[in-house]
């Protein structure tokens, strides 16, 4: 901590910047969208759904427009919206820290600003990567400063069409409750697209006695003194296995498909402006093959990561291993290996490191819609040799993320969502998947929202032009009073 700086005070100065650069700016825009009562109840105008930084990104440009009868539902407590807190454990972020975060190209609303009005110029220079904690915090700061209207502690259990608008059924700490929206934005994070990938091969029964995803709760002092058996080479798998050597666990060994881990990082080579705004630019057949392309590519660990878990001396790893079968044994696991030294091992737990899914049948919030959903399935029926069944299960989404119907009985309500998660990625590429593209998915969905509000609302907005009777010429001696 720079010594001559006290947080509070360098936070409440960049607070200032942050209110003169939007006054600067003309920011947020007069709201402009007519209200609409639909038996006695105020509609929102846009529910987004999780207050992540893919929620916080689509609030802050709808309001920045002028849209700001929204609202924010998010399940989690204040300060652990995300994974970065709870779930995440890595100890930074992969990203360098120059990113700028979702900072709506505004300077004093980006990470380093906060970063050094908070902990000093000098701590900037100092600072490696981001700690998980501290890139919560500047996210806390955001929805703080911005003044988001976020409703914590309350999940989104389903949609349902009705009439035009999408009814909201919410689990609140005051018990359920229905709320109606124009629109909905699902920022629900790399899960919200249909949940936690598990392996066929690991009986879901395990769980959570002898099982756990990597992305699960888990309580890393019951591994004390224990052995570990880690499915997956992947960072999760990876920053489970060190967590739980750090806590005291007796070994932690990875079993990993591959006979070597991938080496490039082609997220990190195609987070420039040519992807992150051209994807969608694309035609099918091109985007396939980039799809396809970075699919069979995947992302290796990142190299803190593979540093940080063989410090502890537990740490083991077999390359070229597939686990073939797990089933309980005694009061753990036994592990069926395949590979080049077939065996069976036995450990006292089981992490499973396989990531997340993309199934629109399986998003418990979209359960009125899913078979109407779209899918790349529906849309494009890629050449011999690129066929790859996870990736044609994405949703085919429009140009503002909303759902697009798969045929002509689908509810038109449909397209009055808009999925802002890694279930974009096939339609817009990472851009609602990782930090670097995030500002753009937030300006991308609120401009459509924008639009289609425009075009629903037209006569409305149109009769309040006619109505507009502002005196131009009131001091000039050419005014004609009507
Ligand atoms: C472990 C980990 C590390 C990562 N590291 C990086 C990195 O270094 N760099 C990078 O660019 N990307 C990284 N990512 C990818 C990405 O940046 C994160 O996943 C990020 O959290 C995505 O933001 P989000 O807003 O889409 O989702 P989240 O941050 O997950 O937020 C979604 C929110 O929605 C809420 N929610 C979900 N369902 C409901 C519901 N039904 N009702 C109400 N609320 C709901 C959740 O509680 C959650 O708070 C990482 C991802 C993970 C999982």
Redesign the pocket.
């Known amino acids: 901590m720079n010594q001559t700086i006290r947080p509070e005070a360098g936070l409440a100065a960049l607070e200032a910047r942050v209110r003169r650069d939007l006054e600067m700016l003309q920011l947020p825009a007069k709201e402009w969208a007519p209200p609409l009562q639909r038996g006695g109840e105020r509609v929102l105008d846009v529910a987004i759904?999780?207050?992540?930084?893919?929620?916080i990104a689509a609030a802050g440009a709808l309001i920045f427009r002028g849209l700001s009868h929204i609202r924010l539902?998010?399940?989690?407590a204040p300060g652990e919206?995300?994974?970065?807190v709870t779930?995440?454990r890595?100890d930074t972020?992969?990203?360098p820290k120059t990113l700028p975060g979702p900072c709506f190209g505004i300077p004093s609303l980006t990470f380093r600003a906060f970063y050094e009005a908070r902990e000093g110029a000098a701590a900037w220079e100092a600072l490696y990567k981001i700690p998980n904690a501290v890139w919560q915090d500047y996210l806390s700061w955001l929805i703080r400063v911005l003044g988001l209207p976020v409703a914590h502690r309350?999940?989104?259990l389903s949609l349902a069409p009705e009439e035009g608008l999408l009814r909201l059924h919410l689990a609140t700490p005051e018990g359920e409750r229905r709320l109606l929206a124009r629109r909905v934005v699902l920022?629900?994070?790399?899960a919200?697209a249909g949940g936690l990938a598990w392996p066929d091969v690991v009986p879901r029964a395990l769980r959570p006695e002898r099982a756990a995803h990597a992305?699960d709760p888990i309580d890393f002092g019951r591994l004390r003194g224990r052995s570990l058996a880690v499915l997956g080479g992947g960072a999760?798998a990876w920053d489970n296995a060190a967590t739980a050597l750090e806590r005291g666990a007796a070994s932690a060994t990875l079993y990993v498909r591959r006979a070597q881990l991938p080496q490039i990082n082609k997220g990190r080579g195609s987070a420039g402006p040519a992807y992150l705004q051209g994807w969608d630019a694309l035609d099918l057949e091109r985007r396939w093959q980039l799809i396809a392309y970075l699919h069979d590519m995947q992302a290796p660990p990142p190299h803190e990561t593979v540093h940080r878990a063989p410090r502890q001396p537990g740490f083991r790893i077999e390359l070229g291993t597939p686990v073939e079968a797990v089933r309980a044994e005694g009061e753990g696991v036994a592990l069926t290996l395949g590979g080049a030294r077939p065996r069976e091992v036995r450990h006292d737990f089981l992490v499973v490191g396989t990531g997340f899914r993309v199934d629109m049948d399986a998003v418990p919030?979209l359960a009125a819609f899913a078979p109407h959903i779209a899918r790349w399935r529906d849309r494009y029926r890629p050449p011999p040799g690129l066929s790859r069944p996870e990736m044609e299960a994405f949703p085919f989404l429009g140009p503002g993320f909303e759902l697009t119907p798969r045929g002509p009985d689908a509810p038109p309500e449909l397209g009055l969502v808009h999925l802002m998660?890694h279930g974009a990625f096939a339609s817009h590429g990472s851009i609602?998947?990782?930090?670097?593209g995030v500002a753009e998915a937030g300006e991308r969905v609120a401009r459509a929202i924008l639009r289609g509000l425009v075009q629903a609302e037209w006569p409305a907005i149109r009769a309040a032009l006619e109505a507009f009777d502002e005196p131009e010429l009131a001091t000039t001696p050419f005014f004609v009073p009507r």
């Open positions: 759904i999780g207050a992540g930084m893919c929620g539902f998010e399940a989690a919206e995300g994974p970065w779930v995440a890595m972020l992969r990203s309350t999940r989104l920022a629900t994070g790399r919200g992305y999760a919030e998660n609602a998947s990782d930090i670097p």
